[in-house]
């Protein structure tokens, strides 16, 4: 069994609007998909989002594939999103690139800045070598990395909480004693200071839990 963390992009053409809501409007700090059920014409999404709440929502008003919605607010800025949309030709076809025997999704789908999706799933080397060779018309497939059963702490984090945690180890805030604080990260990160804290706070639970076995 080996582990792959992968990046989809559909360069020529739009996923889903969702998707282009959540990875190219500059109202969106981060985007991870957390769970989904898949009912083929239509799809169930949950999301946790870090963005402006009003703007958000009036987009998602504006999305005629949106058949239904609901925010749960966990701060300011921050909430999951229930939403039950259409699914596009493009959607589909990614979907059922990895929705096939062998293969087991292990990770929150990740909407990066340049538009792709990551992801990490695990499986048998011959079902994995079937998802990179197979992928489907108007999909690149990036392998972001390659590892064995039992995930490195490193792959346990998104790209966005790895990039925080080496932010923060670089300014001192991990020092002892502590040479800089959640609000230094966050300038180097450009972002709010509440999400630099829980990028933080999600990737060390991340790797404690690991490293536990909790």
Not at 8 to 36: C, G, I, K, Q, S
Request: hydrophobic residues 40%; charged residues 25%; aromatic residues 8%.
């Amino acid at each position: 069994m080996r582990r792959l963390q992968l990046t989809f992009y559909a360069p020529d053409a739009e996923v889903h609007p969702l998707h282009t809501l959540m990875a190219e409007r500059d109202y969106v700090n981060a985007a991870e998909m957390v769970h989904w059920n898949d009912a083929g014409e239509t799809m169930t999404h949950a999301f946790y989002v870090e963005a402006d709440r009003e703007a958000f929502a009036a987009a998602l008003d504006e999305l005629s594939e949106v058949r239904a919605y609901d925010l749960t607010t966990v701060a300011e800025d921050r909430f999951y999103l229930h939403v039950r949309a259409e699914t596009t030709p493009v959607q589909r076809a990614m979907f059922d690139a990895y929705n096939r025997g062998g293969l087991v999704v292990t990770s929150t789908l990740e909407h990066t800045d340049d538009g792709g999706v990551t992801f990490e799933v695990v499986g048998t080397t011959e079902a994995l070598q079937d998802l990179h060779g197979g992928a489907p018309d108007g999909i690149e497939v990036d392998i972001d990395r390659v590892g064995g059963p039992s995930a490195e702490y490193e792959t346990l984090l998104s790209e966005r909480q790895r990039e925080a945690v080496e932010t923060a180890v670089r300014v001192g805030y991990y020092d002892v004693p502590r040479t800089a604080t959640h609000e230094d990260v966050a300038t180097e990160l450009a972002c709010a200071p509440s999400t630099a804290s829980e990028h933080l706070r999600k990737a060390e639970s991340k790797v404690l839990q690991s490293l536990f076995g909790a």
